[in-house]
C-alpha cells in the first residue's frame, strides 16, 4: 500500500455515522494531547471521545480506541519496584520544504510551550489511569475492536500482553545519539512485512522522540514493527487483529501526511469492526 491516501471513494466520506473513536487521558494535564489526538481521529473520519480516569465512562460505546501517551506505567504491573524548546536549525534540518519550514518555526515552538504548560507532573505514576486504560484495552481485545497505542500507550498494551518495559535507555544510546524532541529527526526502519509498513509504506520513516522507557520483553501475541538505529523497538502490532502501538508522537504532526495515515487507517478499521 506504500502509505498512499485512499481518500476518494472511501467508505468514511459517505453521509452515514462517523465511527466512535474512544482517546485515554489523564485528568490533570494532557490537554494539547487530546487537542491534536481528536483533531487527527476527525480529520481520519472518526468522531473523538475522551475517556479519563475522573469520567471513565465505563459503558461508552466506541468504534475504535486510542491509548495516549503520558506518565509512566506503574512497574509493578510488569513485576518491578517502583526537553529544551526547538531552534530554528533544527526546524530547518527536519522540515526540508520551504512551506513546511514556515509552519514549523511557529508550530513546535508553541506546541512545546502548550506542553510544559498542560502537562501532567513527570515522573508521578497514574493507578488511577493504569487501571482504566488495562480494563479499556481488555475490553477491545475481547470486542476485537482496532486499537492504537501512543508511547505510553504502546507499552501499556505491551504490559497487557504479558510484556515487560526497558526503564533506562542510557546504555543503548552510547554510540549512536539519542533524539528527544518534537521534531520529527529520528529515523526508524519498519518491518517490510509487518502491517504497520502496509499503511504506512517500508521506507525509513522520521518520528519525534519524547520517551524515557521502551518495550524490553515483547508480549504475547505481539511483534516488532519498527526499531531505531540503537536497536530500540519504535512500534509493535498484533500478529493477530488490529492492533498496533508506536513509540512516538503521530498526533503532533499534522503536517506529515505520512504520519496521519496511521489515524485514517484506524478509522477505517473501526468503520468495519
Known amino acids: 500500500m506504500n502509505g498512499s491516501d485512499h481518500g476518494a471513494g472511501d467508505p468514511l466520506t459517505a453521509p452515514h455515522r462517523r465511527p466512535v473513536i474512544a482517546i485515554t487521558g489523564p485528568d490533570q494535564g494532557g490537554g494539547p494531547a487530546w487537542l491534536f489526538t481528536a483533531?487527527?481521529?476527525?480529520?481520519?473520519?472518526?468522531?473523538?471521545?475522551?475517556?479519563?480516569p475522573g469520567k471513565p465512562c465505563s459503558h461508552c460505546h466506541f468504534d475504535g480506541l486510542i491509548i495516549g501517551g503520558?506518565?509512566?506505567?506503574?512497574?509493578?504491573?510488569?513485576?518491578?519496584?517502583?526537553?529544551?524548546?526547538?531552534?530554528?536549525?533544527?526546524?530547518?534540518?527536519?522540515e526540508r520544504h520551504l512551506s513546511q519550514r514556515l509552519i514549523g518555526y511557529l508550530f513546535?515552538?508553541?506546541?512545546?510551550?502548550?506542553?510544559?504548560?498542560?502537562?501532567?507532573?513527570?515522573?508521578?505514576?497514574?493507578?488511577?489511569?493504569?487501571?482504566?486504560?488495562?480494563?479499556?484495552?481488555?475490553?477491545?481485545?475481547?470486542?476485537?475492536?482496532?486499537?492504537?497505542?501512543?508511547?505510553?500507550?504502546?507499552?501499556?498494551?505491551n504490559v497487557v500482553h504479558g510484556g515487560t518495559?526497558?526503564?533506562?535507555?542510557?546504555?543503548?544510546?552510547?554510540?549512536?545519539?539519542?533524539?528527544?524532541g518534537?521534531?520529527?529527526?529520528?529515523?526508524?526502519t519498519l518491518e517490510p512485512r509487518s502491517h504497520l509498513a502496509d499503511i504506512l509504506g517500508d521506507t525509513p520513516l522520521y518520528v519525534n522522540a519524547l520517551h524515557d522507557q521502551a518495550v524490553d520483553a515483547l508480549g504475547h501475541g505481539l511483534q516488532v514493527a519498527a526499531h531505531d538505529g540503537a536497536g530500540v523497538v519504535q512500534?509493535?502490532?498484533?500478529?493477530?487483529?488490529?492492533?498496533?502501538?508506536?513509540?512516538?508522537?503521530?498526533?503532533?504532526?499534522?503536517?506529515k501526511r505520512r504520519h496521519q495515515h496511521l489515524f485514517r487507517a484506524?478509522?477505517?478499521?473501526?468503520?468495519?469492526?
Open 39 to 52: 483533531l487527527a481521529v476527525w480529520r481520519a473520519g472518526g468522531r473523538p471521545v475522551r475517556l479519563r
Open 70 to 94: 503520558g506518565a509512566d506505567v506503574d512497574p509493578e504491573l510488569y513485576g518491578e519496584t517502583p526537553p529544551e524548546g526547538p531552534d530554528t536549525e533544527a526546524i530547518r534540518a527536519a
Open 108 to 157: 513546535y515552538p508553541a506546541l512545546w510551550l502548550l506542553r510544559r504548560l498542560f502537562q501532567s507532573h513527570g515522573g508521578v505514576l497514574d493507578r488511577n489511569r493504569d487501571r482504566l486504560e488495562k480494563a479499556l484495552i481488555h475490553r477491545a481485545l475481547d470486542d476485537h475492536r482496532p486499537m492504537l497505542g501512543i508511547c505510553r500507550g504502546m507499552q501499556l498494551v
Open 165 to 180: 518495559l526497558q526503564r533506562d535507555l542510557t546504555d543503548f544510546y552510547v554510540e549512536t545519539p539519542r533524539a528527544r
Open 266 to 273: 484506524l478509522v477505517r478499521a473501526a468503520a468495519h469492526s
Open 182 to 188: 518534537l521534531l520529527p529527526v529520528k529515523p526508524v
Open 235 to 255: 512500534a509493535i502490532e498484533a500478529e493477530r487483529g488490529w492492533c498496533v502501538g508506536v513509540q512516538w508522537h503521530p498526533e503532533y504532526l499534522p503536517q
